[in-house]
């Protein structure tokens, strides 16, 4: 079992950064690819970026890639992402995902197993 709750949420303005964590439970982190997704209203959730397990690999939707980056520390149980250059079309709620322990590449929706509760970022103009 796999609990994440997500903080770093907030108001910019375009062109400005943020970054989010995602603050894992369990013993079993280090073992498990970890993404982010967002969601905005009347659209399906979708794939922004991932991460393997030991960091080695990383997938970014195209309309994030050179702008955003994921990391993680596994000492902390915690995965992070690095928004910068931030366009008022980035506003959502961001979730912290977790699919299947050793998943390779984007990150399939229907493929994740654990959610985070989501963090809104609103981006001004």
């Known amino acids: 079992q796999v609990q994440l709750v997500e903080s770093g949420g907030g108001l910019v303005q375009a062109g400005g950064s943020l970054r989010l964590s995602c603050a894992a439970s369990?013993?079993?982190?280090?073992?498990?690819?970890m993404g982010w997704f967002r969601q905005t209203p009347g659209k399906e959730r979708e794939f922004v970026a991932a991460?393997?397990?030991?960091?080695?690999?990383?997938y970014y939707a195209d309309s994030v890639k050179g702008r955003f980056t994921i990391s993680r520390d596994n000492a902390k149980n915690t995965v992070y992402l690095q928004m910068n250059s931030l366009k008022p079309e980035d506003t959502a709620v961001y979730y912290c995902?977790?699919?299947?322990?050793?998943?390779?590449?984007?990150?399939?929706?229907?493929?994740?197993?654990?959610w985070g509760q989501g963090t809104q970022v609103t981006v001004s103009s």
């Open positions: 991460i393997t397990w030991t960091g080695g690999s990383t």
């Open positions: 369990g013993r079993t982190f280090s073992t498990y690819t």
């Open positions: 995902a977790a699919p299947d322990s050793r998943y390779i590449g984007p990150i399939r929706g229907n493929d994740v197993n654990y």
